[in-house]
């Protein structure tokens, strides 16, 4: 395992060859969760557990394609907990899987330390690198486009896609027309090559490589601080009432602490 931290507080990590290959089978993972859960220990325990014994990236199951990892760095805790939820139905309070797949919240309030402990050094640091990768890069994004459209309106000027082609420009270097012709190239038509076919998924793989591109072109003092707006908007966005709404970012207490203790 490598770990590269910049100034910036911003953990990038990656797996050495054959590291994977030590972790365990992901059958053993759900048979070990099935036989704890609820039984041995709480579900969500267990879960998290789970979480850190789990070896697969992506999956084929139940009709859908499950990816849990962005680009090879950053681990989507939220949607395999809901796969390995799946597993374990009666074991999970209705309820209580809702609080969790909406809302990212846990029966129990759990530090960012015991968080990092039950799914391990490994994981967390992938979890906090979808974190900053994902969620606060498109809060950056929304936070830079509201800015532009406000000076805009100052100005006279009627609102238009150009706010997101200059915020584009202004976070990247690029306006974002011409970044997703660049991330198409880059990744040789793995998510294709038509900007107007690219799934939920390539789009997260397209956020998280503006992040690291964000991350190497500008000096760490402005990515701190542009790292800063998109946690601030964050904050706001979960002391709104409408944060609560499941088409808002998911935020929890723990992430927040974990991220606020690495900048």
Not at 107 to 123: A, V
């Amino acid at each position: 395992m490598t770990f590269a931290v910049d100034n910036t507080g911003i953990t990038v990590i990656s797996l050495v060859d054959g590291e994977a290959g030590n972790l365990p089978a992901y059958e053993h993972v759900v048979e070990r969760l099935r036989s704890r859960a609820g039984r041995t220990e709480p579900w969500h325990i267990a879960l998290l557990d789970a979480i850190g014994r789990w070896s697969l990236p992506c999956e084929d199951l139940w009709g859908r394609r499950w990816h849990y990892v962005i680009g090879g760095e950053a681990l989507d805790w939220l949607t395999l907990a809901h796969r390995l939820c799946l597993s374990i139905p009666d074991a999970v309070p209705s309820a209580e899987l809702e609080s969790l797949l909406f809302y990212g919240r846990l029966p129990e309030d759990i530090s960012p330390e015991r968080f990092r402990q039950l799914i391990g050094p490994y994981r967390y640091t992938a979890h906090l690198n979808f974190w900053y990768g994902l969620v606060v890069e498109e809060a950056l994004q929304l936070v830079t486009e509201d800015s532009i459209r406000k000076s805009r309106l100052a100005r006279c000027y009627g609102d238009s896609d150009d706010v997101v082609e200059e915020a584009y420009r202004h976070l990247y270097g690029e306006t974002r027309t011409n970044l997703v012709a660049q991330f198409l190239d880059d990744t040789g038509g793995t998510w294709g090559y038509e900007p107007e076919d690219l799934s939920l998924v390539a789009w997260q793989e397209f956020t998280y490589w503006l992040f690291k591109r964000r991350i190497r072109k500008w000096h760490p003092a402005r990515v701190a601080s542009d790292t800063r707006r998109g946690l601030e908007r964050l904050r706001e966005l979960r002391d709104d009432e409408s944060a609560a709404d499941p088409s808002h970012f998911i935020i929890n207490d723990a992430d927040l602490l974990a991220l606020q203790a690495t900048k």
